[in-house]
Each structure stands twice: as structure tokens, then as C-alpha cells.
């Protein structure tokens, strides 16, 4: 092997770049569990706390509340979009990776909730992450559907676009103060009707 088919190694420059993606990372996933909890009002330190970092930290990566709903939304598409084929490899069946999915996905509809009011001075903005939103998703869930159906588990009229809006209006429901409404158990009736 000659001195130029060596891998380099990792300059300290490329490590704090990995370090620092691995912190924001942390902080994002702490973020978007704070979300769903407690709202995207939670108060920051609630945040840092979580995350394990100062105050500081959190306002060096999101000078303003938009900027970390932002972003905890992105990062919130990309985990629910890059989880499909991973559930679909695990899971004991095509539905319950579709289970699986879906609960993944009422957890980030949890964190959207306030991403409208967050982004209020950016609506072009807002407009872009409703096709991220769109572009990523619906892909991941037509792949888990795809899978369901070749397994005879699912009817094959169920669409991916209508199934996200239908799972959508009803976590939009669970906005409303109401402690004899449990958005999951309704979540899970509509998955049993698409059962074949």
C-alpha cells in the first residue's frame, strides 16, 4: 500500500465537526421529547436540562424559539422518514412496523403542534417544511404500506397521503382539553379498519 492509499485520520477540526453534530443531535432529540410533553412554550432550561447542556448552548444553535422549532421539526421529519426501513427489518410483521411508524409519527405530530404560531413572521418557511413534511414522509409510509399489503395486511385502498391526513386531523383533535379523549386508542381504531 503506498503512503497515498492510506486513509487520512480524522483532523481535530473534523472530530469537533462530528463532536458538535452528536451535541446537537442530543439536544435536538431532548427538545423534541420537552415538546411533547410540555409544548413548544416549555421553557428552555427545561430543554438544556434534558439535553444535559447550559442554557447558553441551546441559544448558540437557536438564537430564537422558531429557530429550535425548526429544527426539532426537521430533525423530527428526518427520524420518522429514515425509520421505515429499519422498523420493516425488525418488527415481527409489515403492521407492526406500520404500528411502529405511527407512533413515531403522533410523536412528532406532538412537537408540530405550535410550529404554525412559532413561524408566524415566516410564511414561506412554513410553507417549505409543509413540502419537506410531504416529499419525506409520505414515501416512507407508502414503503411500510407496500410492505403490509404484499403481506396481506392491510386493504390495498389505503393510501399513504390520505392515511398521514386522517392520522394528522385526529392528533389535531387531542389539542383540545378533553381527558376522555386518548388520540392513541383512536389512532389504533383507525389502523384496525385498515386491516384486511
Not at 123 to 138: M, N, Q, S
Not at 170 to 179: K, L, S, Y
Amino acid at each position: 500500500m503506498s503512503e497515498g492509499d492510506k486513509p487520512m485520520p480524522a483532523t481535530p477540526s473534523s472530530a469537533k465537526r462530528a463532536d458538535a453534530r452528536r451535541n446537537e443531535k442530543a439536544l435536538l432529540d431532548a427538545a423534541a421529547s420537552v415538546f411533547v410533553t410540555d409544548g413548544v412554550d416549555a421553557p428552555v432550561r427545561r430543554i438544556a436540562a434534558a439535553a444535559g447542556v447550559g442554557m447558553g448552548t441551546i441559544y448558540r444553535h437557536f438564537p430564537t424559539r422558531a429557530d429550535l422549532v425548526v429544527a426539532v421539526y426537521r430533525h423530527q421529519v428526518d427520524t420518522c422518514a429514515e425509520a421505515g426501513p429499519t422498523l420493516l427489518a425488525t418488527a415481527a410483521s409489515p403492521f407492526a412496523a406500520l404500528r411502529q411508524w405511527v407512533e413515531l409519527f403522533v410523536d412528532f405530530l406532538a412537537t408540530k403542534h405550535g410550529l404554525a404560531a412559532a413561524m408566524r413572521n415566516d410564511p414561506d418557511g412554513f410553507t417549505a417544511l409543509h413540502a419537506l413534511f410531504i416529499e419525506r414522509l409520505v414515501p416512507a409510509l407508502a414503503e411500510i404500506l407496500h410492505a403490509a399489503r404484499d403481506a396481506g395486511e392491510v386493504t390495498a385502498d389505503v393510501a399513504p397521503y390520505q392515511l398521514i391526513r386522517a392520522i394528522g386531523d385526529i392528533c389535531a383533535g387531542g389539542e383540545r382539553v378533553d381527558p376522555h379523549y386518548d388520540v392513541r386508542v383512536t389512532i389504533r381504531l383507525l389502523l384496525d379498519g385498515c386491516r384486511r
